[in-house]
């Protein structure tokens, strides 16, 4: 079973040892505690390649990432006893190895040749190799029968399934684990919505329902039509929605907490909004300043912690786009299913709570606050909502409505939120999962 979007990427040179080196060097520094993205920009021998090779060890390691679960499994199965700890990175070879036979359809005898070649360059696994080649070829000759055996819960840690059975059901459940199986679409959010149809045609795009365009795989996204000219900057359609629930801010003050990397306030500024972007990684700001000189949109970036910043006067409308586990990105952050626990769900909501009662300080009397994570967990959505109301009796929510946000009522809860999950729109290619309330303070 092939990813479809993967398939381009086994352009990679069969020979390329380059590329393997780099896609184990980036899952060490995941192991190490970085995310992927920070993984991919810090790892220098992924740096140091060009064309099909990059594109062939980025595939590579997030194919192992996206299906570890599987990978683990069918691995297991031709290991007589587990690895001992110090041998984490002969694992990871074999994941790779696997990764590229069953995913990536590179030829088995390279991908066996390489994984040995590449455990052979330390003295710590060499002593694996002929381990590594034993069992790398077996994968390459019974792996895919028995990877179209295993069900769609084995790439996905036990404490998260069993959480989104509890919230979800079994059957969206599965839908969920599904649709973090393959590799998400490109979505843009357009600076002018009224421009969506040039922009469709001279991209060749989709226009969805929510009003992004999304395109399939792209290489480069600063090489299409318009990035130069500032005319859309990149967005998952699920996180466009949370601003959609702010009705008419033109000329209005709104601060957008824990802003960066910035899509957000983009969509606010363009809309006429008087923005107060805050973030306490300057890094990540320099991003957001980055895109607004290049779309030609306005906001004040401040570069300081949420909690320890008040504005001078109160806002018409706050944002919070809160630090949470992220499990609602998976599509595109495929570590994080392995680099979060329960512990931090606990952590989190904790912050965010405190996070929430600062921000409804900053509203004015009939001011509309919009609190919203790209969180899976109820703890970090749903009850946040419910608990904001309990402590704010002058908080009331408004609720979602269709029309606001694409027609999607499915993504409107009982209560009125919005909760999008991977699953929807799944014949276009999915969604993040995204959770968002609105709420208005009594004027």
């Not at 998976?330 to 405190?354: F, G």
Request: aromatic residues 4%.
């Amino acid at each position: 079973m092939t990813d479809p979007q993967e398939k381009t990427a086994s352009a990679g040179p069969p020979d390329g040892l380059d590329a393997r080196r780099a896609a184990l060097d980036i899952l060490e520094l995941i192991r190490d505690g970085q995310t992927l993205d920070e993984a991919l920009g810090a790892c220098r021998s992924f740096d140091a390649l060009k064309g099909p090779d990059r594109g062939f060890a980025r595939a590579l390691a997030t194919s192992v990432l996206r299906r570890r679960g599987s990978l683990d499994h069918i691995i297991g199965a031709y290991i007589d006893r587990p690895l001992p700890k110090k041998a984490v990175r002969v694992m990871d070879i074999l994941r790779l190895a696997a990764a590229q036979t069953l995913f990536l359809e590179t030829p088995p005898h390279a991908a066996v040749s390489t994984a040995v070649s590449v455990a052979s360059e330390r003295r710590e696994n060499a002593g694996y190799a002929k381990l590594i080649n034993a069992v790398a070829r077996k994968i390459s000759d019974r792996g895919a029968s028995a990877l179209a055996k295993l069900p769609a819960r084995t790439d996905t840690p036990a404490w998260l399934w069993r959480a989104w059975e509890r919230n979800y059901g079994p059957q969206k459940t599965r839908a969920i684990a599904e649709a973090h199986r393959l590799e998400p679409p490109l979505d843009l959010t357009l600076k002018n919505p009224e421009d969506s149809a040039k922009w469709r045609d001279l991209l060749n795009a989709e226009t969805l329902p929510t009003g992004s365009l999304r395109l399939s795989r792209v290489s480069d996204v600063t090489a299409l039509d318009g990035f130069n000219e500032g005319a859309w900057w990149v967005q998952d359609a699920a996180a466009s929605l949370p601003v959609k629930l702010f009705e008419d801010i033109d000329g209005k003050h709104v601060i957008d907490l824990c802003a960066a990397p910035g899509g957000k306030s983009l969509q606010l500024a363009a809309r006429g909004g008087v923005v107060t972007a805050i973030d306490k990684s300057e890094t990540r700001l320099l991003r957001l300043t980055e895109n607004l000189q290049r779309t030609g949109l306005t906001a004040q970036t401040i570069a300081e912690d949420v909690l320890r910043w008040t504005p001078s006067e109160k806002a018409d409308a706050v944002l919070l786009d809160a630090p949470c586990t992220a499990t609602g990105t998976v599509r595109r952050h495929p570590d994080i299913p392995w680099s979060k626990s329960e512990t931090d769900v606990v952590a989190l909501a904790e912050l965010q709570a405190k996070m929430i009662d600062h921000a409804v300080a900053m509203l004015k009397p009939g001011g509309v606050f919009v609190y919203c994570v790209c969180s899976l967990q109820r703890a970090e959505g749903e009850n946040q909502a419910r608990e904001a109301l309990a402590r704010h009796p002058a908080l009331s929510r408004r609720a979602v409505t269709a029309d606001e946000i694409g027609g999607l009522s499915e993504a409107i809860t009982r209560d009125g939120d919005l909760r999008t999950l991977p699953s929807m729109l799944g014949t276009a290619g999915g969604m993040d999962g995204f959770f968002a309330a609105r709420f208005v303070m009594a004027g």
